[in-house]
C-alpha cells in the first residue's frame, strides 16, 4: 500500500515506519480497541496454564470473547497457534468468566456468552502467504490484520478478507487435535438462517439486502447466530433478523422518536440498553412493497452513521 499527502497539486510519499516492538503494537491497540474493533478491553498478559495471551477482549454484539495476538515476525503457525488458544478458551469457560467479572464488575454466566464465536485476532506488520492461505476459508474462526504505522502518525488496519471461493473449514478440518474446537465453534451463512418453508422471507431479504449493501461500497453481510449484520468497518449499521414470513429490521443507535416514521410503524426494542448498550429500534418488512418504507428508515441511520 502506498500513502500520499497532498502539497498542493503535488502527491508527496509518505514513509512507512519500521515497528520496533510487539508490545509497541499492543499499547496502541489495548487504548483504542473500541475505536478500531468494537471491542471492550477485558485484560492484558493473560496468564492461562502454559500460555500467556496478549489481550483479551469482549465483543458486545456477538456476546464472544475475543483474544488477540501481536506478531512482529513472521514466524509462527497461525492455525497451531490459534486452535491452541481456542482449545483453552472453550474448556476454561469459568476463568473467563471470573477475568470479565474483575475486570467489568459485572457477572456473566455461560449461557450468556456466545461461545460459538469465539475467535482469534492476529495483529502484524505482515503476513507470509503460507499464513494467509492457511486461514483462507470463508467460515475460519480467526482474523488476521495487517498494521502499518506511517511517518506522519497515521496508522492503517487493514483485515485480511477470505476470498469468495474458497471452501468451508468444516469440509476439510479433520485433524483429532482441534476436533474438540471444532464441535463448538459455529460457523454461520445467510442459507442457515432460512429454513427450507421460508421462501417469502427469503425473496424480501435478498431484494433488501441488495439494496442495503447498494449504499455504500464499503458495507458488507456478516451473518451470525441470529441475524445478518449490514456491515462497514467492524460496526453494524442495521441488522436484518429473519423470521419466517417476514424480515425484521434493527434500526441500531434511534429509538423510534428520532426517525422520520410517518406512518408510525416503528417499534422500541425493550432493555435494548441494558442488553445492547445501544438504542434499538424495529422494523417488520412483511411483502416486497414495505421495502421503500424499509429503505427510508435505513437511509436515515446509514446518514447518521457516516457522520458520526
Not at 469457560?93 to 467489568?104: A, M, P, T, V
Not at 456466545?114 to 475460519?140: A, L, Y
Request: proline letters at 3%; hydrophobic letters at 35%; one cysteine or more.
Amino acid at each position: 500500500m502506498s500513502l500520499f499527502k497532498i502539497e498542493k497539486t503535488k502527491l508527496v510519499p509518505v514513509s512507512e515506519k519500521k515497528i520496533k516492538l510487539e508490545k509497541n503494537i499492543q499499547e496502541l491497540t489495548e487504548k483504542n480497541l473500541k475505536t478500531i474493533f468494537e471491542f471492550e478491553f477485558i485484560a492484558s498478559e493473560l496468564k492461562v496454564d502454559n500460555f500467556r495471551f496478549d489481550t483479551l477482549a469482549w465483543n458486545p454484539e456477538t456476546r464472544a470473547f475475543i483474544i488477540i495476538e501481536y506478531k512482529k515476525d513472521r514466524n509462527f503457525s497461525i492455525v497451531d497457534q490459534g486452535f491452541s488458544y481456542l482449545g483453552i478458551l472453550l474448556n476454561k469457560k469459568d476463568f473467563f468468566l471470573q477475568e470479565y467479572f474483575e475486570h467489568k464488575k459485572e457477572h456473566l454466566r455461560r449461557g450468556d456468552v456466545d461461545w460459538s464465536q469465539s475467535r482469534i485476532v492476529f495483529i502484524s506488520p505482515s503476513f507470509t502467504q503460507h499464513q494467509i492461505n492457511s486461514v483462507n476459508f470463508r467460515n475460519m474462526a480467526f482474523d488476521l490484520y495487517e498494521i502499518k504505522i506511517f511517518e506522519n502518525n497515521s496508522i492503517f488496519f487493514n483485515k485480511i478478507e477470505a476470498s469468495d471461493s474458497c471452501e468451508s473449514i468444516d469440509l476439510i478440518m479433520k485433524d483429532p487435535r482441534f476436533e474438540s474446537v471444532t464441535k463448538e465453534i459455529k460457523n454461520y451463512s445467510i442459507e442457515g438462517l432460512f429454513k427450507d418453508n421460508w421462501k417469502e422471507s427469503r425473496e424480501i431479504f435478498d431484494v433488501l439486502s441488495e439494496k442495503i449493501v447498494a449504499l455504500d461500497p464499503n458495507m458488507k453481510l456478516s451473518p451470525v447466530q441470529n441475524y445478518v449484520g449490514c456491515k462497514i468497518g467492524n460496526s453494524n449499521v442495521v441488522e436484518l433478523n429473519p423470521k419466517k414470513s417476514f424480515i425484521e429490521i434493527h434500526l441500531l443507535r434511534f429509538k423510534p422518536e428520532d426517525l422520520n416514521d410517518p406512518e408510525k410503524r416503528v417499534t422500541y426494542q425493550s432493555f435494548s440498553m441494558e442488553h445492547y448498550n445501544k438504542h434499538v429500534s424495529l422494523f417488520k418488512v412483511k411483502n416486497l412493497e414495505d421495502i421503500d418504507y424499509a429503505m427510508m428508515l435505513v437511509k436515515q441511520v446509514y446518514k447518521k452513521f457516516t457522520k458520526k
